[in-house]
């Protein structure tokens, strides 16, 4: 996934010359995760560029180069070090075109490498979404797969709004070169069944497409067919692609690595209750993190929904 | 605490000045390069604004707008900043800059419309006027001056954006990181900071222990303290400011050092924690008095000139007047035309609902 | 209720002398909606005391005074502007006592007026209790009645873990007499039926539950009886009254003013699918703002939710 | 825009230094008032500390931890200043400070384990070491520091609080609004900025266009930028900061002018940004080399003293190893333990859920 997105970088720079690139070591390191390997020699140091070590600065500055008719791809190196540009994407990036009525919008991109599994330290491991998802005006956006990697960053850079762009880093070095050859532009806002099931639909984002996907060839096993629905964007939400799937299965299981309290789940739920409540044969359930700080990673393989949580609550919602 | 706050500001020097203080007699002063002409659209601005402003109060008071904020006594640090610029440049006011508004152009009844809560930006152009939308949230405009000056140096456009914020932003960490991103890119900003002694209730001596105009320091760009209520002091720095911003890439953090002469908004009362005392020194220092009276003794300026200034400001403020209590609120499916480009699926549902229910009420249909 | 709110600070104060209050124009001006009128003169500047205008520093400082055996009481002056306080208190306010393995508690309140119906200007109408919410290690209260108002706020300090406490601003003068007889501890977690009936349950919390009770009333003048539950704390959330109601009732309505996306109507809306499904007789729905940034204060009265939009989903669920 | 960058460093003035230069004759030092033993302490602090933090890197390397940030280089910058404190005084560091963890006597192995991932603040006790956890979000444990420190003045109880952090740090808003704090309560803190020339790939003249001690400027207290692979320069300036916090309310802003001789952490590589002549450079100014010749040339220590230094460091580290790799993860339940002082029912839910899970995979229960 990391070189699908460094190409979509650096296709969107080479094709858009308004495009910028900013943030933490993203410039001659390449950024932590080498997602931006090679950008600053390709482009140059006026495109491509590191930033003082100041978040609220990167989102604000961003916003100021987006009024001057830019189209900024801003990094934050990790969820767990997003939160001081809050404040910034919540109070004006989120606003300024409703604001402005529409005479000033912000075109700009903030890349959040996010969520755990990966072994990290403490605040590196988080799953902010629900926040973004919460604040009107932003759309959010996080793939499951390299070539949705490209194409979802793609598009967001060129959309006309914020797009705050999600990246599993659990998923950073996945390959699946079999859909790599897939291409085409990808609009935000559709979901797409990564697996058709009849018994059951699992409703996924991010890194846990690929747990939700173990667990329905898991339970094919058994007999119970699985739909997997991947949002790809939860703002906005497929409201369509979601009560489509449940009106045809009777029955959900959404599944997420945010805690649960106040989580995005619950927005799915809420959605699924008010467009299929009467096709429902048992309760939604959700499958998530747990509502305490992220584990330390000796064990947070407890904490992140494992195959075996999702699979008992499919088991229940099935034999319900 | 409080007792310990404060010494800090001993350290303070004296401003920048050019114009003489009341009682001082008149002077020779040097030739700041402003025609005669300039030097009386100067006194014409202030006195707009002026007018202006108090007429905004008058409405608030009238129930005409929700809150305002007033400016009197900031007259000249605002007109003479905003004048020194060229009309390229940007400014990015906060929320009290009805001044350099004026001095911008901006159709007061759609910058009132921002404290009429008809709509959150004002209804202005802000492109039209490269003067930005009014922005509330203390300090976090410093980081839009800094991106748009960042992204006009990257453009080769020789412009700079001028910033207004008030003491008790320097607070925030928007201030600093602004102020460092705009040292570390050579971003041509001027940093101007209105300090009016007060944030609501706290005293400057409470907001920090050093100088502001030292505060420029700490990121390695020039600082200059300047008499914030002399109009041709006020011009020059910021004039020379920004020159070197566009010229050569150097920020300069100016501190103007004013006064809230009113409360800090309609809604506030500041004989609570402030004495009129120091209310009424201040006064003695009107920014319009002072220049009024340097202009008569330097004959750049008479009495008709005045005259003709008042009627213009008593329209100016009666126009004002009269379009903001002709304007209605907003229609209801504005709210919905301007959240994203598009109009997604879950946002198309929620107007159609927010109508409906208009309707309904406006039909006065009685459920159930 | 600014009146209670100013007697439990002043209680506090007199009877824990580790008690602290702080914030912005807390101390002289006494607020700028006068909640703290007075106790800076009562308790001097040591224990009331000013701030520099910077919310994290608020937050982060308050911390430390924790650290060193206080019980600060902090205020954020509006809604719109503690956002660049949460990464101090998602960082560390709510992850301290966790990662210190209970060696560093943080008995510190973060007091937010909030909410609109105000005619207020930008930023100051918001209803950000959902990034609370979601954030594992904070506590969320939000009284809707002056005596409650009162006891929750002892509560909330005498409590030795973070307390986020949302201040209804629509209902600061708010008198009810009647209830501010009333007396007690009230223990931090426990909704209250504010209103008892069969054909349905309306859940608020805040500014909401008065509307909600109006809207009870006008619902009762057509022989619905409807039951409204005030949560009073989102976290801990009173899971059993939750529960309980709508197993007696069959249908509920969810009502907030924070927008609708994400915001914590959802999560009350998973947890009654979680724990009453059987009993569910129609979809729950939600009456919420919408997912617009909150409007100019001279049409807000048709984001919030009025009385006529809790009666029109009270009907639906009801004549499902 | 990197070309620009960083003139602003080329004013920084020459650092205070007590110890000579490598290559520098050996020289009578002014007394600062430590005894021998005292002196020789010193040394033993910064061995233990090298070798312990080798041994933490190799542990890495092998798998022992998860990541780990070497402080290698800078010794001088940690032992010095956290020597210099009063048992009483608070340290609160950011990830680096290993050094001061081994002055404050803090077992290493309870340290590692944020490292190893076994617990995010690590296991030791704060409050018993007066030395705060591990704390990963740059420059936020600054305002910690800082209300701490107010927090002991309001008690009048005389200490001071040492805050650690690096000159990347000083680009966030909460090290302005921590200094600020600080000045405005007079709080009694020492600003400690290990000044290691980078932050991961950032050079500190990407950073700043100011000299790092030159912020102090903006807050009314002293900035002293000190030697900071001189262990008695270091030592000598925090104990006159840490005098002026506890004695008279001012706080210090010390920019400790030092190295990072490793990468940023164990997943870094600095050989794609930085050059190698350039850690060849700093390298002769080693800190231990340069203060074990003064102790040599001045007869403080000698052979057999450093001998029996690094035969304790070898089992110092020893010791450290097998208590890492000897050591398990956290039983489970502990995850639901100190969220709240109380466990709400919602947790109680979810807790009895990860138990059983947790049981079920250990007795291999097949689902279905
Ligand atoms: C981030 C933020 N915090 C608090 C407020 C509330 N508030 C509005 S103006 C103000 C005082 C600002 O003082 P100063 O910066 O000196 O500007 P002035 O009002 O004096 O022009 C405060 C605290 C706000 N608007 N934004
Ligand atoms: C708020 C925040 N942003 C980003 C990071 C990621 N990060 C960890 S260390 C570091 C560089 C810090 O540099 P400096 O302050 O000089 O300290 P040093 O590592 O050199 O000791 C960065 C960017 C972080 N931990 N916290
Ligand atoms: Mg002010
Ligand atoms: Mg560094």
């Known amino acids: 996934m990391v070189k699908a997105l460094n190409e979509a970088l650096r296709q969107s720079l080479a094709e858009d010359p308004r495009a910028l690139v900013l943030g933490e070591d993203i410039g001659k390191l390449g950024g932590v995760f080498r997602v931006t390997e090679g950008l600053q020699d390709e482009f140059g140091t006026e495109r491509v560029f590191d930033t003082p070590l100041a978040e609220a600065g990167i989102a604000g500055v961003s916003l100021g180069l987006a009024l001057a008719g830019w189209h900024p791809v801003a990094e934050m190196q990790f969820d767990g070090f997003s939160y001081p540009a809050l404040d910034q994407i919540i109070s004006h990036v989120a606003k300024y075109r409703f604001r402005s009525r529409g005479r000033q919008a912000v075109p700009l991109v903030i890349r959040i490498p996010y969520a755990g599994g990966v072994g990290a330290a403490e605040h590196h491991s988080e799953s902010p979404e629900a926040y973004y998802a919460h604040t009107s ?45 897939a291409d085409g532009a990808l609009p935000i806002g559709k979901a797409r069944i990564v697996r058709e099931g009849s018994d059951c639909t699992i409703v996924a984002y991010g890194a846990m497409v690929a747990r939700s996907l173990q667990a329905a060839s898991r339970a094919a096993e058994r007999g119970v067919e699985t739909e997997v629905i991947d949002l790809r964007s939860l703002v906005p939400l497929d409201l369509d692609a979601l009560a489509g799937s449940v009106r045809k299965t009777g029955r959900a299981v959404v599944v997420h690595e945010a805690p649960m309290t106040a989580g995005f789940g619950a927005e799915i739920v809420a959605r699924i209750m008010e467009d299929a409540f009467d096709y429902l044969e048992a309760p939604v359930l959700r499958v998530t993190g747990y509502d305490i700080p992220y584990p330390p990673a000796t064990i947070e393989s407890h904490y992140v929904p494992s195959v075996e949580r999702v699979l008992a609550a499919i088991e229940r919602v099935v034999n319900y | 605490m409080d007792e310990d706050l404060g010494e800090g500001m001993n ?37 707009l604004s002026r007018r202006a402003d108090l007429e905004a109060t008058a409405l608030q008071r009238q129930g005409e707008l929700a809150v305002y904020p007033p400016l009197i006594g900031q007259e000249a640090a605002q007109v003479g900043s905003a004048f020194a610029l060229e009309e390229s440049d940007w400014i990015f006011p906060s929320y009290r800059e009805l001044g350099a508004a004026v001095v911008r152009g901006v159709d007061l009844v759609e910058y009132l419309h921002f404290y009429r809560a008809t709509w959150h930006g004002g209804t202005y152009d802000a492109n039209a006027h490269r003067f930005g939308m009014v922005s509330v949230p203390v300090g976090s405009q410093i980081l839009h001056a800094v991106g748009y000056a960042m992204g006009a140096k990257l453009d080769g456009i020789a412009l700079a954006t001028l910033v ?112 009129g ?14 220049y009024r009276s340097w202009l008569t003794s330097s004959g750049v300026a008479d009495e008709d000139y005045f005259q003709s200034v008042e009627g213009e400001a008593k329209d100016f403020a009666a126009k004002m007047r009269s379009g903001v209590i002709a304007s209605g609120p907003r229609p209801l499916e504005e709210l919905f035309e301007w959240v994203f480009d598009d109009l997604p699926p879950h946002l198309a549902r929620q107007r159609d609902e927010v109508l409906r229910f208009a309707r309904e009420a406006a039909e006065g249909i009685e459920r159930g």
């Open chain 1, 137 to 181: 005006g932003l759309k959010v956006v996080t793939p499951s797969s390299p070539i949705d990697a490209y194409r979802l960053l793609r598009a967001s850079i060129a959309d006309p709004d914020p797009v705050i762009f999600f990246e599993p880093k659990s998923r950073y070095w996945s390959k699946e070169e079999g859909e790599l050859a």
């Open chain 2, 11 to 47: 350290e303070a020097e004296g401003p920048f000045r050019v114009l003489p203080l009341a009682g001082e007699p008149p002077r020779e002063i040097p030739s700041i390069g402003l025609k005669e002409k300039e030097l009386r659209e100067l006194y014409r601005l202030m006195a």
């Open chain 2, 164 to 275: 207004y914020f008030g003491d008790g932003a320097t607070s925030e960490g928007d201030f600093h990181e602004g102020c460092n991103f705009a040292a570390v890119f050579r971003a041509p900003v001027v940093f101007l900071c209105q300090n009016n002694q007060w944030a609501i209730s706290v005293p400057v001596s409470a907001q920090t222990a050093a100088p502001i105009w030292k505060k420029a320091e700490a990121y390695g760009f020039p600082g200059v303290r300047v008499d914030g209520n002399d109009v041709l002091a006020v011009y020059q720095v910021t004039r020379e400011a920004a020159i070197r911003a566009r010229e050569d890439g150097i920020p300069t953090l100016i501190e103007a050092v004013t006064y809230r002469i009113g409360p800090h908004s309609t809604a506030d009362d500041a004989s609570r924690y402030r004495p």
């Open chain 2, 277 to 290: 005392e120091e209310v009424e020194q201040w006064k003695a220092m009107d920014p319009l008095d002072r």
